[in-house]
């Protein structure tokens, strides 16, 4: 997108890949689909940034959701938006969308040069004057760095990009696995393993600090939590050690706040809890939650005792498991942290230390949750920088 948009601008542009072939993480995303947006406007977006969403603004409005599939369209890729507002291309094929983006640029002449990891961004005078390959100079006016970040690094986004980032002068924030899915520590949820719940109401708390909440599916796995809504939590997760706690929200799942319940459970305290409190959550969790607190699943509410029924309000208003991350970055389906953004101009992408420079997509220290956001992001800094870079020739 960032050459594309630096042609159409009138540039003459190179697009240098490392590996052999363009675009190898995005023909794994969305499971081969490509999740390349969502629908919703630019305010919608920016909700679902949780990683420096007033730096991406300018860039998300340069080229919002509708911008991006109208060029998609129109270079030959319609999309679709499935029930979620998940935006895919029509053939739900990835490839087909890396197959666009390069019969795209090459319909704009851009030159590829593929096999080629850039070594070293060269400078003079505080100003770019191209980069390194191997033993190769390649003279430029303007490089655009759009390495991504340091996940799954077959795929060729091996953090070197960060590095050469780094070399510049640019500062790193720390790197941490993003939308992952979180390791359980402490409680036994083997009886759960799993188990799927729907759009339910989770929340982090990380050093007695509330972090966040989102409401979305959650799987229990094998040894822990996953699914979009603990991968969209994992986002706000300060920097290791991640140990946090992870609160299902039972109660709200039912549509009750905790006083609302009580009066339910008072107004007919005869019934079991579970039928109570939990009438629609599977009954694995109305166990799991009933062994939890050492009672019957059958037991009337009445026969509780205050100081039970206290307690059980409380645990279904928020179930706490404790979690860390335990998913290395290279299996994370982002990198959080990258290039600190107080040293890049969100009006162009341009780096503030090094003129001629700019940078785009996931090498940045922006990131966005599951859904489609984070390769909405990726062509949007990617637009934005290539039309910027023209400026500057
Ligand atoms: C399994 C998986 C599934 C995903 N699914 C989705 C999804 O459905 N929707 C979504 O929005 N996001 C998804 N993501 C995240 C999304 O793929 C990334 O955020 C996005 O690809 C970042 O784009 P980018 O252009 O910044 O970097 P990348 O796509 O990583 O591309 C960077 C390119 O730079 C090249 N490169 C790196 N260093 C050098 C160098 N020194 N010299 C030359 N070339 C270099 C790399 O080889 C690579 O081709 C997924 C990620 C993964 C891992």
């Keep these: 997108m960032a050459a594309s948009a630096a042609a159409s601008a009138g540039a003459s542009v190179l697009l240098i890949e490392g590996t052999s072939r363009l675009a190898n993480k995005l023909r794994l995303t969305g499971g081969g689909h490509a999740n390349l947006s969502h629908e919703g406007d630019l305010s919608a977006h920016l909700a679902h940034v949780p990683r420096n969403p007033a730096f991406a603004q300018p860039a998300l409005a340069a080229l919002d959701a509708a911008s991006l599939r109208a060029a998609l369209a129109a270079w030959g890729l319609p999309t679709v938006a499935d029930e979620q507002g998940r935006v895919f291309p029509a053939t739900r094929n990835a490839h087909q969308v890396a197959a666009v983006l390069r019969n795209r640029c090459l319909s704009q002449q851009v030159g590829f040069r593929l096999s080629s990891p850039v070594d070293q961004i060269l400078v003079q005078q505080e100003a770019v004057t191209g980069v390194r390959v191997g033993s190769h100079q390649i003279t430029a006016g303007a490089v655009i760095l759009a390495t991504g970040g340091a996940s799954y690094p077959e795929t060729g986004s091996d953090g070197s990009g960060l590095r050469l980032a780094s070399s510049l002068g640019h500062k790193i924030t720390p790197l941490q696995p993003g939308l992952v899915g979180l390791h359980v520590i402490s409680e036994d949820t083997a009886p759960l393993r799993g188990l799927s719940l729907r759009s339910v109401p989770a929340s982090i708390v990380q050093q007695g600090r509330a972090l966040g909440s989102r409401r979305g599916d959650l799987l229990f796995t094998q040894d822990g939590l996953s699914g979009p809504v603990v991968h969209n939590l994992s986002l706000l997760l300060e920097p290791a050690p991640c140990h946090a706690q992870l609160h299902l929200h039972l109660l709200a799942l039912q549509g ?74 290279e299996r994370a389906m982002v990198t959080l942290g990258g290039v600190d953004v107080t040293q890049v101009d969100r009006n162009t992408m341009a780096s503030l230390l090094v003129r001629g420079l700019y940078l785009a997509g996931e090498v940045l220290d922006v990131t966005g949750e599951s859904g489609g956001y984070n390769l909405q992001l990726a062509f949007s800094t990617g637009y934005l920088a290539g039309q910027s870079a023209v400026a500057t020739l």
């Design 256 to 329: 009750f706040d905790s006083e609302q319940a009580r009066q339910v459970a008072a107004g007919a305290a005869q019934k079991a809890w579970h039928s109570l409190l939990l009438p629609n959550v599977p009954s694995r969790l109305q166990r799991y939650v009933a062994e939890r607190l050492g009672v019957s699943l059958g037991a009337p509410w009445r026969s509780l005792g205050a100081a039970m029924q206290a307690r059980m309000l409380a645990l279904t208003e928020a179930l706490p498991f404790e979690v860390n991350v335990v998913a290395p970055l």
